[in-house]
């Protein structure tokens, strides 16, 4: 094996989402269609270089797609030549980068594209700014890859002050309320609610959800909020109605996006279920593209927080948003501070068996950011890391002589071999 390169198995499924491909193709030959329009009306000596800013690169395949784009759109070898590379590819992982970066030499283009694996937080100003940026930093929750925070920086470190355009445009969040586990409380004859207390994941597949019938719907789709990535306009927290559907106990709010990737709003990318009938029908007219598999994201209530409904009796719910994440807070809920600064609400009793398993979850979220920081920045620890991966592969059942907690064997597994 070349420990030299190394790839998460996520960033590998992303090459084969043809979907979310075209939408970033079709809209970014849009969006150089307008930018070199206006590059003519410059006399030619005055004319700036063309400059992309691709963020969350991973293998470079949009950076090579915008590329390509550019080069379709009047850019030449003599301008690459002259001005250098047209796009800018933004990537933490050194590993990733230096796989993206064979992958870049493999088609030719690596005089076109150029790989940073700098923070891009951390970039001095760059004397040469961009008229587009592309940004792949999209989850299903819309805001978990940091898409809000890094796309800001990128503006202002990279970016012309009010002449650039931005791939995605705008973007919008949708949610309705559901129930989930209620069958468990008589499955097969017994009562397994407890499991419920483990509810704890942030993505959840509706569609297989709905059909297997381990969850209920409460309520009709509802938006929470709009970005406006082009303009730079954020929403503000607010105070949502929400009518239920049926009667039942809301368990957690599901919620996904819907991307303008383009200024017109004709060309979108969307995980909305398809178990679920949009809430404008002229959406189904526009060109839809859906990444692989369609997945959402998803906030779990438990222990008080849980809400009792009934059947067209409105209640009103806060939502807003931190850097990362939406919320969904009932009113009149205690919020505590976390570490971090984030306020959240106060988490509610828990029995001795959930506590267990908070606290193994709290130590896997600390190796994952000190393994995460090796990724990006210690080239030792990483290798530390690797080789502490290879021998709990080996030895799953774990060591006295590993400093390692066999309890996260899987997660080091998961991260270092594909």
């Known amino acids: ?38 590059r003519e009306a410059i ?15 991973g293998l470079g395949q949009i950076s090579m797609l915008a590329a390509r784009c550019a080069r379709e759109a009047g850019i030449t070898e003599r301008d690459i ?14 590993k990733v980068v230096k796989l993206a970066r064979r992958v870049l030499r493999d088609n030719d283009l690596d005089r076109d594209v150029f790989v940073c694996s700098e923070e891009v937080r951390k970039l001095p100003s760059q004397p040469q700014r961009a ?16 898409i809000l925070v890094l796309l800001n920086a990128a503006r202002i470190k ?88 049926d009667d039942g106990k809301i368990t957690a709010i599901v919620f996904w996006y819907v991307v303008d990737m383009d200024m017109e709003g004709d060309i979108l990318l969307t995980n909305w279920p398809e178990a679920i009938p ?3 029908f002229s959406m189904m007219e526009k060109d839809i593209h859906k990444p692989t598999p369609v997945r959402q994201a998803i906030c779990h209530f438990q222990g008080e927080y849980i809400k009792e ?19 969904f807070v009932w009113p009149g809920t205690q919020m505590v501070q976390r570490e971090s600064g984030d306020r959240i609400p106060k988490p509610p009793p828990m029995p001795r068996h959930r506590l ?21 920045y210690d080239e030792e620890m990483l290798g530390d890391g690797y080789a502490a991966a290879e021998r709990i592969a080996l030895e799953p059942n774990g060591n006295p002589n590993y400093l390692i907690d066999p309890q996260n064997a899987n997660y080091f597994h998961m991260m270092f071999f594909v």
């Not at 198995?9 to 970033?24: K, M, P, T």
């Not at 796009?87 to 992982?93: G, P, R």
């Not at 597949?205 to 719907?217: C, F, I, N, R, T």
């Not at 409904?309 to 919320?327: F, R, T």
């Open 309 to 327: 409904v009934s059947k067209g009796e409105p209640v009103e719910i806060d939502v807003g948003y931190g850097q990362a994440w939406p919320q």
């Open 1 to 38: 094996r070349d420990r030299r390169f190394s790839c998460p198995r996520w960033l590998l499924l992303r090459i084969r989402e043809e979907q979310r491909v075209d939408a970033y193709r079709k809209a970014i030959e849009r969006a150089l269609e307008g930018i070199m329009q206006a």
């Open 158 to 245: 990279m970016c012309n002050a009010f002449e650039h355009s931005v791939v995605p445009s705008r973007a919008s969040i949708w949610a309705a309320a559901f129930e989930f586990g209620e069958k468990l409380t008589s499955y097969k004859g017994f009562d397994v609610s407890t499991f419920n207390h483990y509810r704890t994941g942030l993505m959840v597949d509706l569609d297989s959800a709905l059909e297997s019938g381990a969850a209920k719907q409460l309520s009709n789709p509802f938006e929470v909020l709009k970005f406006d990535f082009e303009k730079n306009l954020m929403p503000s927290s607010r105070t949502v109605e929400i009518m239920p559907t």
């Open 81 to 94: 030549e002259t001005h250098g590379y047209s796009v800018v590819a933004m990537e933490q992982m050194p």
């Open 131 to 146: 008229q587009l940026v592309v940004c792949e930093l999209i989850d299903p929750g819309l805001l978990g890859e940091g």
């Open 43 to 57: 006399p030619k000596l005055d004319r700036p270089p063309l400059r992309i800013v691709h963020l969350g690169a």
């Open 356 to 376: 267990a398993f908070e606290k193994l979850k709290s130590e896997t979220e600390d190796l994952e950011k000190k393994l995460q920081a090796g990724l990006m």
């Open 278 to 280: 949009p809430a404008d």
